[in-house]
Every structure is written in structure tokens, then in C-alpha cells.
């Protein structure tokens, strides 16, 4: 038996399983409205189902990685789809960890999407194993990316309880100044999850569908004697061009829905890697992620906040905002210790300096001072409730901002793990 | 302004208590509400704080506040995120003095000229590391030493008011002997690992005080590292510097007595079995090892005119993550060149007339000697070229200093040369001469004789050459130490949390209040657990006395 | 007790002027601290010339100097040299030196080199770019220019006309 098929198809049963789980919390929540039964009974035995469903989602999870580690012979953490995928699997075990001190079954609510939308992220990039290079095969590499994964999945706990926090106590029928403000801003968050949705599945709509379109893009590059030089290379596209790369021509494109030519040129002063490519995908999931939102919003005849907020009845807020802050104090050390001191270790050994303002490193420093400064400003009085609430969201869209969109915009030493 | 700080029970507090230290009565604008109470701190006042600050009390109570302190990070976060817009100077090969301009623009022109293509390195932002070290001192010393007073003498019957103004309350009426019902529940309470205190009818439980000193034990731990870091910027704790040495040669670590060679370079790639379809016939390098060692020079250091004197001092084979390491000097493996350069040739003369063939003679490539009898020729080296051109005079010239495309001007005597010699341009290697179109050059002697190698073997090429980093940095212990008793400190404060549990009874009524810094879910199912053992069934949320109110 | 806090407070506020003072001078001041600028002193070193005589920097002591950093793969430094030649000559009786470091190349063009334009100055032979590397230089033809008292009183990163060589030596005297 090959260990890797084997372990690609316990991802694949996780994934099932964490998406089965979901849907039996939804059953919880939604459920307690039936008529025949005992609201509370009823909520009781279904988070219950639930949470055992999402528990053997973690258990093939763990199964996933323990094979993929002993077929490749290397920790499967070194590239973005191992890292996502191993994010996803420490969400769950923090959660996990969080529900046996909380027992607020509910919350699996909340983290099981998450944990959904990163491993099916995880599956966009290329799923093979990869060697090493030789400056990344050290153990500490191991400890390093493993240990600051868990620290960020309890940050994604506190995301998720500061965001059910927000759905419950943020009032859609008020109209005053500030709720019209929270509601926008709620509304604003779910709109940004639905597009990542969106992104998810337009990579995987054109994935199945095999489309393809290739440019050749002309790079005129100045160096420092002030020669110009010029360098063409091959830019593939695997969703229809909105945006071709800048100063390209078309080779090859499949039409889609009878577009045969690229609409529109990438601006010039876009000028990352793949930027072109890059901008194109940010549209077409903004177009996907708007027409689901539109959907629901024609399904749901109100905004998406306002049609969660009534189930999340009966779930008491102060735990929640005490959950949140918990995750977070929970995760502070554990991300300290492996996104901050283990990779300096990682770093002094590899690289011969423990430091060295690398993109990436600041971006974990720029982290852990963000929530330094919130777990001192939850000393203060009138810093609970709403505001740490939404002092979490903006904590984890910087983790998540650390973990993808320096890679996806900013280069440097960790761009290995580039798309 | 004046203010009564002395409290009813007779304790003369400190300005700006909030809470009586002794009986913990609230004081001052405390009294008024109604809320839960500021447990901050216990209610302290901080150290600095007075009544009259002069000066140096105004500097001093700017770093003492926490809302500063946020603030501080607040802007370094900022900081640090403007730093990342654009590559930094040191991540740069290029010359930063035009490379934002032409990268980014006029954008990057700006960004440069406002010094952001250094933040880290930026004198502001080192002001920033350093007012949060400020910062972290003062706030820690002022408020750690009052809290260490207030804890290690607490009274054990505190003011009702204080304990019915706590997060977690519970109050009712009991029956029976009152001092046997309060032991009984302190009784409990040890079984929770809670220290115990009696006072009559009015009990004191405490656990994990400990856990109260992590945010400070963090703080002494951050400041020591911070300077650790400042540390390194004292000339001679730091070194950090790139030699390329090639495989068989010794090189001088400048700045130090230290000489290191490469006595064998060994490179090993992937194979394309191991690789995945995108990256087959990739060269990728699996590992690479520098066979290295280490001298110290004895005698004749620093000094051109004279061999120094070596003595060998440590030897390692240096991989990547595996420095050789020898009295705070280390050398890590960076990077490597396997191209192999030309080193020297055994060229022969041929006689095209008559077929006779002189030599082989040795032509160094950089440092050639100037004359070689040949069987009856002489070659005078006229002229040597590293890498050949043509100049704007039409004269030979070299674009640089290295061997690129390297020629020699020979000027051949002997038998059927004209007397002075003739002029002959050598091309040692084939694509130079084929290029440069040797043959051509040198007509009309090219037709009569030939300079040329004879098979690889008379071909000497040069080993691999490594990249290694020297590092020496004495401060990276002290980082450690910091970084570790920082660690200590966060664990300390963060998985353990301090709780306490005061009760007393009067005339029958039970009044509990209790505390903890951080989990109030754990502290309301503490105190829920003593109470059902003692026979009061309450549920856990009901003690709650909210305090989370938005 | 008053008195005492007052006294910890003082102590603490001096370190952290002292500490963070030189935190933050050093940020100021660094960068270019190894490397030589106007006013310092240029680093001392020991070369042979093409005799196979050794020359030290100190052997100078007190005299106006060019020290310049030239290669025969350098056109404006080949250009260069026979213009300091020219000043040479002019100022020597005065006092003037002219040190030419070549760039660590091989024997044979230095010598050629040197005996197509009838160099008389002094010519020395860095060797692993040494010296190159303790005066940080970046691009060639560099050039410093040495006061009597022993300090660089202006460095030039560009080739230059004879008349901006000139009027660069006046200011030494």
C-alpha cells in the first residue's frame, strides 16, 4: 500500500467529515425552531453528534499527515499546501483544546468553516511532494512552522468566537449611528469569507473544467549602468483573462463563454511577480464571491448578519467574548515561542543570524505586537465586549495577511512557499 | 486638590489608591458606582504616583502608563509595516541609490529619500525600541512592588462592599454554627490546591499567586534582550562577513588572526527520481559540505612582505545547519560556485609546415611567467588580457580583472621567424578563440604555426568554490537568556491564574466575593464545586455579577 | 522612602538617556563607520611597488597625498593616470604624492602599463583586494585626497578632467 494515496485519501475523508460536521451544527442551531421537540434537548444532541463527526474529521486529518510524513520522509509542513492543511488540522486541535475547558459545543460552529475554507485553500496549491533545499532541512524547521501554526490556529479560535460574538450581540434592527456602523462592518466580514469562498471555487470550477490560457509577457528591466534589457517570458493563466499581464501577447486561449480576447491589461505600475496573473484571480473571486453573496441575499430577502444573528440566541455572550480572549492568552506563548524564539533559533543556524528583517519575520513581529497591544488593552475597562471582539477579526486577517499575502506580495527568504 | 486617603478602618493609603490596602474598601471615585470593581493591580496606587509632580515625576509617569505603552507598540507595529512595502536596503545587490527610483518610481523615490528603505536600521526607529524599553521598566517597577506589598499582607476580612462589588458574588442566608460551615468550606477549597486563611468567620482562599509575577518576569526578560540586541552594536561583539574560498586555497578572515581553507568541496543534486515532474533535469542541490580548516596565524600576521605563519586550530565539514564552530567564530556554509574556471593550459607549438610539435609548456592563467624556451622557439610574453576586447582606439584591452575571456600576446623567435620575433594572440579557450576569430588575428603566422591544447588533460581547471559566512556575535547567549526567562515569564502569567475566594459572615449571612486576573469561567465552577460540597447547590452562572457589559 | 524613590528614578531615567543614547547614535553615526570618509584618517597599509620594495602609508607622514585605485581594465582610470602624471610633476617639488594602488591584477600589465606611460609616481600592488576593501570601494576609479595633517579632505567616485584633478590638489596645500 502506498502510504501517500493513502494519505491523500484520509484528507479527503477529513475534509468530508469536517463538512458533515458543519452541517449537523447547523442542524443544532437551525433546528431549535422545529416544532415536536425540546429546543434544548434538541440543540444538545445534535452539537453532540456534531462534535463527534468533526472529531473523527480530525482524527483521518491526523492520519493524513502521520502517512504523508512516513511515505515522503520529511514533515509534511514545507510547502503552502502542507502548511494550509496543517493550519486547518491546528485549528481543530485548538478548538478541541478550548471546548474541553469551555464545553461550548457551539463553538465547533464557527471553527469547523474555518477550518473548511483553509484546507480547501490548502487543495488549490500543487499537492506533491517536494524536496528539500538543503537551508530547510534542519529539525527546528519542524519545530518552528509547527509551533507558530498552533499558536495562529488559537488566534483563528479567538477569530471565530469574536466573530459569533459580533453575529450575537450586534443588533440588525436597531438603526442608530453606531449599530448601522457594526452591522455594516459585520456584514463587511462575511462578504470578505463568501469571496474567499468564491476564490475557492472559481480555482476549482477551471481547474475541473481545464482551462488554460498563455501570454507572453516583454519585461524591460533598466540596470544599474542605466542598459536597458528585455526579457519575454511565458505567463500561464488557468482562469479566463479579465486582466492579460502587462505589455503581453496572447499565445493561446481557450474561449469562455464566447470570450476570445483578454478584456482588459494589467496597469504598469503593478509590477510583483506574476502580478498580472495574481490581479486576475483577486477579480474573478471578487466576481464569484459577490454573486454567491447576491444569492443568499436574494434566498435570505436580508443581510447574511442579520439572518445568523437570531440563532445565535441563547449562546451567552460574555462566555463567547471570554472564549475569544482565552484562545488568544492561549495562543500568545505558543506563538511567541515558535513563530518568534524557535525561528530565530531556525534562522540563527540556517541563515547565521537570528535576525535578519526578512518580510516574513517582520510580519510575525508586526503579529505579535498587535496582540501584545490587545492583551494589554484587555486590562483596561471598556476594552471587553464589542471591541476585543473585533480586535480578534483584525488580529487574524493580520495572521492571515503573515501567512499568505506577504508570500503573495512581498518576496523574500520564506517565498519558497510561494504560489 | 486635597484628598483623604487615610480609610475608615484606619489605613493610611498612598495618593491614587483605588482600593483601601488594607480592608479594601473602595476609595475615591471607586465608592460611587455600583459596577464590579477595578481589580487592577488590587487597587494599589502606583509607586510614582503623587500629589505634586515636578519634572522628572512628569517624564517618569509618561513611561509608567499603559496607555503609552500601547501606544508605543501601537506606532512600531505601523512602523514596521512601512518597512515592508519595499525591499530593504540590506536584502538589495543593487545600488539603493537608484534602484527605488527605477523599481518603484517616483514612489520608491520617495520612499528612499524618506529613509524607509532603512526603517530597522532608521535612528526613529530605534527611538521606538528604545521608549518601549523605557517603558517596560518604568511600568514594571511601578507597579510590581507595590502589588508584591499588597499581596504578601492581605487581610483576610475584607469590606463588604469590596466583596459584593466583585465579578463573582454570592450571597444568602445560612443556618447552623457559622465558623464550622466557613471551615468546612475551606476544608474544600485545599482539595482545589487553595491556600487557606481563617479569621473567625471570615475565610481567605488564594492559589497561584505566582502566576500574578509572569508579566513581569516577561518584562525583565524583553528588556534583557533588547540589550542583547544593543548590545551587538558595541564594536567587537559582532562580526558577520562572506569569504569565497576555492577548493585548495587557504583565505585570510579578515579582521581576525583566523585564516580558513577548503580542502575539498563536494556538491550532491537530486536525482530525477526524487524530484516531481515540474522540476525534473532541475539541477537542485540536495546538500553540499565544505571540507574546512581553521588556522590561526602565529607570526608574520598583517604583513605582505612575509609567509605568515599558520597553525591549524579546528577542522569540521560544514553543511548547511552545521557551522564549524571554534571559540565564538563560526563559519556556515552559504552558498556555492561549481563552475569550474580555466587555471592553467599545456600548450603545444606546432610547426604547420612541418608537422613538428614543441612542449607542452605551462601557461598559468592569472599569473603567467613572461618567457618559455620551447625546443628551439621563445615565447616572450608580451602582453596578457583577462578578458579580451577590442577598445574604442582599436587597440587589445580587458574589461576586467577577471578571467572571462582570457588572451595572450606572445611575441614567438627561432628557427623561420623573422629576427625580433613575431607577434602571436593565444585564445586558451575554444569559444574565445572561435569568437575573437584567433586565426584571423594572427595571419600570416597563423598559416605557419599553431599554439594549441592537446586533449583535456592538459587542461588544469580550478575546484568548486565555496561561500561561507563567518559569524561571531557575543551577545547571542545573552539573547537566549532573554528570550528564555521572557518565555517563562509568559507561561507563568498565562496558563495559571492567581484566584481568591474572600467570605464572611455576619448575623447569619453568607457573603462571598471572588477574584481571579485572568478565566472567570474557571473561578465561578471553583467556587460553585466548594459550595455544592458544602451543601449549597448553586449554578455556576448565577455567581456571575457581570462586568463584561459593553 | 520618598527619598529613595526619587533617587531609583533619577538612576533609571540617566541609564536610560545613556543606553538609549547610544542606541540611537549609533544608528546615526553607523553605516559608514569602517569605511573611510572626509576628515578621517585613511587606513594604513603595507604594499610592494613593482621593484619589490615595501611601502608603508606611514612612510608619508605629513605630506599632501592622492592616493587613487586604478586597473588597466578601467578605461577612465587608463585615462586618468597619465593626467596625474602631468600633476606630478608639476607639484612633486612641492611636496605632492601620487600613490596608484592597482586593483590586484597581474604583474605583466601593471608593468606595461607603467612603462607605456613612463609612470614615475608610486605604484603599489594590492593583493586579494585588500586594501580595496578597507578604503569600501564601490566603483573605480576612486580617489582620495590627503591632507598634510593626515585626513581625507575629499573623496572622488568618478573619473576626472585634469582641471578638476587640479583643483582638487590646490586645496591640499
Known amino acids: 500500500m502506498n502510504y501517500l494515496e493513502f494519505s491523500s485519501d484520509a484528507f479527503i475523508a477529513a475534509f468530508f467529515l469536517y463538512c458533515f460536521g458543519f452541517i449537523f451544527y447547523m442542524i443544532a442551531i437551525g433546528g431549535k425552531k422545529w416544532s415536536n421537540r425540546d429546543p434544548k434537548a434538541h440543540v444538545k444532541r445534535w452539537s453532540r453528534i456534531a462534535f463527534i463527526v468533526s472529531i473523527l474529521g480530525l482524527a483521518a486529518h491526523l492520519t493524513f499527515f502521520f502517512t504523508r510524513w512516513y511515505g515522503s520522509k520529511q514533515i509534511p509542513t514545507s510547502n503552502m499546501y502542507e502548511f494550509m492543511t496543517f493550519l486547518g488540522m491546528s485549528i481543530m486541535i485548538a478548538f478541541v483544546i478550548i471546548f474541553a475547558i469551555y464545553r461550548t459545543p457551539l463553538l465547533g460552529m464557527f471553527a469547523l468553516p474555518l477550518t473548511i475554507i483553509i484546507v480547501a485553500y490548502a487543495s488549490v496549491f500543487p499537492q506533491e511532494v517536494q524536496p528539500l533545499i538543503p537551508s530547510l532541512n534542519s529539525i527546528w524547521l519542524k519545530i518552528h512552522v509547527t509551533t507558530a501554526a498552533l499558536g495562529e490556529a488559537f488566534f483563528a479560535v479567538g477569530f471565530a468566537a469574536g466573530l459569533m460574538y459580533l453575529l450575537r450581540v450586534v443588533d440588525f434592527k436597531q438603526t442608530s449611528q453606531a449599530a448601522k456602523r457594526a452591522q455594516r462592518w459585520v456584514e463587511f466580514t462575511l462578504y470578505v469569507l463568501v469571496v474567499i469562498i468564491g476564490f475557492i471555487l472559481t480555482v476549482f470550477a477551471f481547474r475541473g473544467a481545464g482551462y488554460e490560457a498563455q501570454f507572453l509577457q516583454e519585461k524591460v528591466t533598466i540596470d544599474n549602468r542605466g542598459q536597458e534589457s528585455t526579457t519575454s517570458e511565458t505567463v500561464m493563466y488557468t482562469m479566463p483573462p479579465i486582466f492579460k499581464p502587462y505589455n503581453s501577447i496572447t499565445q493561446k486561449m481557450d474561449s469562455f463563454l464566447g470570450m476570445q480576447e483578454p478584456l482588459l491589461e494589467t496597469p504598469s505600475w503593478m509590477n510583483g511577480v506574476n502580478a498580472g496573473r495574481k490581479l486576475n484571480t483577486v477579480v474573478w473571486s471578487i466576481i464569484t464571491g459577490s454573486l454567491l453573496y447576491g444569492i443568499a441575499r436574494l434566498l435570505l430577502r436580508k443581510r447574511l448578519g442579520a439572518a445568523i444573528h437570531p440563532y445565535m440566541d441563547g449562546i451567552d455572550p460574555e462566555d463567547l467574548d471570554e472564549i475569544s480572549y482565552r484562545a488568544i492568552a492561549i495562543g500568545f506563548p505558543v506563538f511567541t515561542l515558535g513563530a518568534l524564539i524557535f525561528a530565530m533559533i531556525w534562522a540563527n543556524i540556517a541563515w547565521s543570524r537570528f535576525w535578519g528583517w526578512d518580510p516574513k519575520e517582520v510580519w510575525a513581529l508586526i503579529t505579535w505586537l498587535y496582540y501584545s497591544a490587545y492583551l494589554h488593552l484587555r486590562l483596561s475597562r471598556g476594552w471587553q465586549g464589542q471591541r476585543s471582539a473585533w480586535l480578534a477579526v483584525i488580529g487574524f486577517v493580520i495572521v492571515m495577511f503573515t501567512l499568505i499575502g506577504v508570500n503573495l506580495i512581498i518576496s523574500g527568504l520564506h517565498s519558497y512557499a510561494g504560489v | 486638590m486635597f484628598q483623604n486617603t487615610k480609610c475608615e478602618c484606619g489605613h493610611q493609603n498612598h495618593i491614587g489608591t483605588v482600593l483601601c490596602e488594607s480592608c479594601g474598601k473602595p476609595l475615591g471615585e471607586e465608592l460611587l458606582s455600583d459596577e464590579p470593581l477595578e481589580m487592577r493591580y488590587d487597587g494599589v496606587a502606583r509607586r510614582s504616583q503623587k500629589a505634586n509632580p515636578n519634572f522628572i515625576d512628569k517624564i517618569w509617569n509618561f513611561f509608567s502608563s499603559v496607555k503609552i505603552a500601547v501606544y508605543l507598540i501601537i506606532i512600531t507595529l505601523l512602523a514596521s509595516i512601512l518597512g515592508t512595502i519595499f525591499r530593504q536596503e540590506n536584502l538589495l545587490n543593487e545600488d539603493p541609490a537608484t534602484y527605488y527610483e527605477i523599481q518603484h518610481g517616483t514612489i520608491g523615490k520617495i520612499y528612499y529619500m524618506l529613509g524607509l528603505s532603512h526603517t530597522y536600521e532608521s535612528w526613529w526607529y530605534t527611538t521606538l525600541l528604545v521608549m518601549i524599553g523605557t517603558s517596560l521598566v518604568v511600568c514594571s517597577l511601578d507597579r510590581v512592588l507595590p502589588l508584591y506589598r499588597a499581596l504578601s499582607k492581605q487581610q483576610i476580612r475584607k469590606h463588604l462592599r469590596f466583596i459584593l462589588r466583585q465579578k463573582v458574588v454570592y450571597q444568602a442566608q445560612i443556618s447552623g454554627d457559622e465558623t464550622k460551615i466557613v471551615s468546612a468550606l475551606g476544608e474544600h477549597l485545599k482539595k482545589k490546591r487553595y491556600r487557606v486563611h481563617m479569621d473567625g468567620t471570615a475565610l481567605l482562599a488564594e492559589k497561584n499567586r505566582f502566576s500574578r509575577w509572569g508579566p513581569y518576569i516577561n518584562h525583565i526578560g524583553l528588556i534583557l534582550f533588547l540589550l542583547a540586541v544593543l548590545a551587538r552594536s558595541i564594536p567587537g561583539f559582532q562580526m558577520d562577513m562572506y569569504v569565497a574560498v576555492q577548493q585548495g586555497q587557504t583565505v585570510e578572515i579578515e579582521g581576525t588572526s583566523y585564516y580558513i581553507k577548503n580542502e575539498q568541496f563536494t556538491v550532491d543534486y537530486y536525482t530525477d527520481d526524487e524530484l516531481p515532474d515540474a522540476l525534473k533535469g532541475t539541477a537542485r542541490a540536495k546538500l553540499y559540505e565544505t571540507k574546512a580548516v581553521l588556522y590561526e596565524c602565529t607570526a608574520n600576521c598583517n604583513n605582505v612582505t612575509q609567509e605568515p605563519v599558520l597553525k591549524e586550530v579546528d577542522r569540521h565539514d560544514i553543511v548547511m545547519n552545521d557551522p564549524l564552530i571554534y571559540e565564538g567564530l563560526k563559519a556556515y556554509q552559504s552558498g556555492f560556485d561549481a563552475t569550474p574556471r580555466l587555471e592553467a593550459v599545456k600548450p603545444v607549438i606546432i610547426n604547420k609546415e612541418t608537422g613538428e610539435e614543441y612542449g607542452p609548456f605551462e601557461l598559468e592563467i592569472r599569473n603567467p611567467k613572461t618567457s618559455f624556451e620551447v625546443g628551439p622557439y621563445k615565447l616572450e610574453l608580451h602582453s596578457q588580457f583577462m578578458e579580451f576586447a577590442i577598445g574604442e582606439n582599436g587597440e587589445p584591452t580587458t574589461l576586467s580583472r577577471e578571467p572571462n575571456a582570457p588572451a595572450y600576446l606572445f611575441i614567438l623567435s627561432g628557427p623561420e621567424l623573422k629576427a625580433g620575433g613575431e607577434p602571436y594572440l593565444y585564445f586558451p579557450n575554444q569559444i574565445d578563440k572561435l569568437q575573437f576569430n584567433q586565426d584571423a588575428l594572427n595571419r600570416p603566422i597563423a598559416d605557419r604555426f599553431e599554439i594549441k591544447v592537446n586533449g583535456m588533460e592538459n587542461v588544469k581547471l580550478s575546484g568548486p568554490t565555496t561561500y561561507l559566512n563567518i559569524r561571531k556575535d557575543k551577545a547571542l547567549p545573552y539573547i537566549w537568556i532573554g528570550a528564555t526567562i521572557s518565555m517563562i515569564g509568559l507561561i507563568m502569567g498565562f496558563y495559571w491564574h492567581h484566584r481568591r475566594i474572600w467570605l464572611r459572615v455576619d448575623r447569619g449571612e453568607l457573603s462571598l466575593g471572588a477574584h481571579t486576573n485572568k478565566n472567570f469561567y474557571g473561578m465561578r465552577s471553583d467556587v460553585a464545586w466548594a459550595l455544592g460540597k458544602a451543601g449549597i447547590e448553586v449554578d455556576p452562572k448565577s455567581l456571575d455579577n457581570g462586568g463584561n457589559k459593553t | ?173
Not at chain 3, 538612576?11 to 536610560?16: G, T
Request: with cysteine.
Open chain 3, 1 to 173: 522612602m520618598g527619598a529613595y524613590r526619587k533617587k531609583v528614578q533619577i538612576v533609571i531615567l540617566i541609564l536610560v538617556v545613556l543606553i538609549g543614547g547610544f542606541a540611537i547614535g549609533n544608528t546615526l553615526f553607523r553605516g559608514d563607520s569602517k569605511i573611510p570618509g572626509v576628515g578621517d584618517s585613511p587606513p594604513g597599509f603595507s604594499l610592494f611597488d613593482l621593484n619589490g620594495n615595501a611601502h608603508n602609508l606611514s612612510d608619508y607622514e605629513g605630506k599632501p597625498m592622492v592616493i587613487t585605485f586604478w586597473g588597466t581594465f578601467c578605461p577612465p582610470c587608463v585615462k586618468e593616470l597619465p593626467e596625474f602624471q602631468r600633476l606630478y610633476d608639476k607639484w612633486h617639488s612641492k611636496g605632492l604624492e601620487v600613490l596608484a594602488i592597482n586593483l590586484s591584477e597581474a604583474d605583466l600589465p601593471v608593468q606595461n602599463f607603467v612603462s607605456k606611460f613612463d609612470l614615475s609616481f608610486t605604484v603599489l600592488r594590492d593583493v586579494n583586494r585588500k586594501v580595496e576593501r578597507q578604503y569600501g570601494l564601490r566603483s573605480y576609479p576612486t580617489t582620495f585626497f590627503v591632507k598634510p595633517d593626515g585626513t581625507i579632505s575629499e573623496i572622488a567616485v568618478t573619473a576626472m578632467t585634469e582641471q578638476q584633478i587640479q583643483e582638487r590638489v590646490e586645496k591640499l596645500f
